[in-house]
Each structure stands twice: as structure tokens, then as C-alpha cells.
């Protein structure tokens, strides 16, 4: 199971989630990535957390004043990158042309999608992954596996049919451990998850809950 930590812009200290992450990380067989704001990405790397932007535009070097450069964000640290996130949601072609970006500056691509018929659409797009995330439910207390367990398993139908070698994520008011179980019986091999570390009073505990029954 993978957990990307998406830290949004929430007013949370990225270096104290990134270094509990980096921890438990270490002592559990659980992948976690932390994806602050761009302007984090240099510091929060240095922890030696993995490192996600939450997003990257389409273009490259250029007359592009205010881009998220791919090539920028892998040189700060970087090594994979969040694009079409529900929160910065882009044109179909912006999409390709974001993951085209970061695959060219050597970022590993997940694609956000609202539902079963957009993750069909984006993981022909070939990225590594992509995540369903229902934004109704977005920063909530219930999760997606327990509300819409259906919403999961269509989307792992949706990415199988398009691109077998494509990995599903989910998220959406995922707090706990037994979330993420359920989210995994549902065949997610990720998490995206926000509020339940990044608003967090102990995100070092939040952190251990959440890969406890893994
Ligand atoms: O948008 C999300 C992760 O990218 C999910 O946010 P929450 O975990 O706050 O519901």
C-alpha cells in the first residue's frame, strides 16, 4: 500500500509531517509520500521523506510566468507528482500535457479523476496511477471506501479495462487504518489522504494509526 500525504495549503508545519512520515515510513512496510506546496518541496525532501508536487503544468522551459515547472519541482527534490487534483482540476489536454512533462523531468504521474468514467479517460493517458477521489466527500469524516465502496471498485474495472499495468488510488475522508484496509479489499493499491494528518493535532500519531493493521 502506498500513502501520499497531500498537505493541500493547509496552515500545518510540512517539516513536522514530513519527518513523522519519513519515520513510519521506516519502521513499517508502508510507502508514504508527502506532497506540500511547491515552495516546501526543497525542505520537505531534505527530511528524506519521498516527495510528491501536487501538481505540475503542461509546458516546459519558456515565457510561462507562474508555471510549476516539472523539471523545477524534480530538482527540488521531487519524484513524483499529483496532476489534475480536484482542487486544480485541468483541460483533458493539459492533463496529457502535464503527465508528458513529468515523465519527460523523470516524475512518477498519478492522476486525479472525480469518477469511474473520468479515471477510464486518464489512465489512457498513460500515467503510472491514478486516484478516485468523489469531491462531495473531500475533507469529510466518512470515507469513500465505507460511502461509495462501488465508486472504488468501478474505478479499478474503468483503469483495468483502458491499461491493466495503470494503478488505482483512492481517497477522500480517509482517517484510519481500517480505511485504508477496506479501501485496499477494494482493490485500491493507494491512498490519497489530506485533513486526517494534515489537520491532525499529533500527525505522527494520525501517521502510525493509519498503517497499524497493514
Ligand atoms: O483531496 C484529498 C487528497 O488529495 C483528500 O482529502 P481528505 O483526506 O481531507 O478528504
Not at 39 to 46: G, K, M, T, W
Not at 102 to 111: I, Q, Y
Request: glycine share 10%.
Amino acid at each position: 500500500m502506498f500513502i501520499v500525504v497531500n498537505l493541500k495549503a493547509y496552515p500545518c508545519d510540512p517539516i513536522e509531517v514530513a519527518t513523522a512520515a519519513r519515520d513510519v515510513a521506516d519502521t513499517s512496510d508502508v510507502r508514504i509520500a508527502v506532497s506540500p506546496q511547491a515552495a516546501d518541496i526543497a525542505r520537505v525532501s531534505e527530511t528524506g521523506v519521498e516527495t510528491w508536487a501536487q501538481h505540475v503544468d503542461p509546458n516546459g522551459y519558456g515565457s510561462h510566468t507562474g508555471s510549476t515547472l516539472a523539471e523545477s519541482v524534480a530538482e527540488a527534490g521531487a519524484v513524483g507528482t499529483l496532476v489534475n487534483h480536484s482542487e486544480k482540476r485541468l483541460k483533458l489536454a493539459d492533463i496529457d500535457g502535464a503527465v508528458r512533462a513529468a515523465e519527460r523531468a523523470g516524475l512518477e504521474t498519478c492522476v486525479c479523476a472525480n469518477n469511474p468514467a473520468q479515471i477510464g479517460a486518464v489512465a489512457a493517458l498513460g500515467p503510472d496511477s491514478v486516484a478516485v477521489e468523489p469531491p462531495e466527500l473531500i475533507g469529510g469524516d466518512v470515507s469513500v471506501a465505507t460511502a461509495d465502496p462501488g465508486i472504488v471498485e468501478d474505478a479499478v474495472a474503468a483503469a483495468a479495462n483502458v491499461d491493466e499495468s495503470v494503478d488505482v488510488y483512492c481517497g477522500a475522508g480517509i482517517s484510519s487504518g481500517e480505511d485504508v484496509a477496506t479501501a485496499g479489499d477494494l482493490g485500491a493499491t493507494g491512498i490519497l489522504l489530506a485533513s486526517g494528518v494534515a489537520k491532525a493535532d499529533d500527525p505522527r500519531a494520525a501517521l502510525e494509526n493509519l498503517v497499524a493493521p497493514l
